[in-house]
T-cell receptor, first 114, second 109 residues
């Protein structure tokens, strides 16, 4: 199994509070991704990273920011959580971005915004 | 961008039955994976199969890249096969995997 750890695994917070989800990998893979999964929408890409300090937006990036200061850590921040950000968040990693290399997922983080 | 369509969207089987899940994509790909999301939400890698055929126990997969489709075969299904099966592709030097909407499988005992 790929060494990917997401934390926290479960979080309940209130509207307007900041939230940070952490993805930690031990594989030294270059590419990291944050997805959210909601019923009826499948997996949607929030942000991704193609190296330390190199990040870009996905299809649902509004309201989210990311940072990657080390190869092993990719942080997803909700500056001011809203109820629409209640979701399950998955981190994924890939050794190679271009056409080759498997994608591996973390266990997911369930976030509830009240 | 590339489009990925999975069929059928839903499938209900009795234990022991066989099934075929399909993934069609709209452009050439150099990377294709099948995932199983179990009822507990874990996303499990099944196959990395940009072309050709692979088998792993009761599961096998075939990708015909020139015809832009991939098939996942499940034989002698078990209740533990229940969940959602996703196909994901990458093409054209893209960093970004594109996922299908998935096939939801329920296997009854």
């Amino acid at each position: 199994d790929a060494g990917i750890t997401q934390s926290p695994r479960h979080k309940v917070t209130e509207t307007g509070t900041p939230v940070t989800l952490r993805c930690h990998q031990t594989e030294n893979h270059r590419y990291m991704y944050w997805y959210r999964q909601d019923p009826g929408h499948g997996l949607r890409l929030i942000h991704y990273s193609y190296g330390v300090k190199d990040t870009d937006k996905g299809e649902v990036s509004d309201g989210y920011s990311v940072s990657r200061s080390k190869t092993e850590d990719f942080l997803l921040t909700l500056e001011s959580a809203t109820s629409s950000q209640t979701s399950v968040y998955f981190c994924a990693i890939s050794e190679s971005g271009f056409n080759t290399g498997e994608l591996f997922f973390g266990e997911g983080s369930r976030l509830t915004v009240l | 961008g590339i489009q990925v369509e999975q069929s059928p969207p839903d499938l209900i089987l009795q234990e022991g039955a066989n099934s075929t899940l399909r993934c069609n994509f709209s452009d050439s790909v150099n990377n294709l994976q099948w995932f199983h999301q179990n009822p507990w939400g874990q996303l499990i890698n099944l196959f990395y199969i940009p072309s050709g055929t692979k088998q792993n126990g009761r599961l096998s997969a075939t990708t015909v890249a020139t015809e832009r489709y991939s098939l996942l075969y499940i034989s002698s299904s078990q209740t533990t096969d229940s969940g959602v099966y996703f196909c994901a592709v990458r093409s054209g030097g893209s960093y970004i995997p594109t996922f299908g909407r998935g096939t939801s499988l329920i296997v009854h005992p």
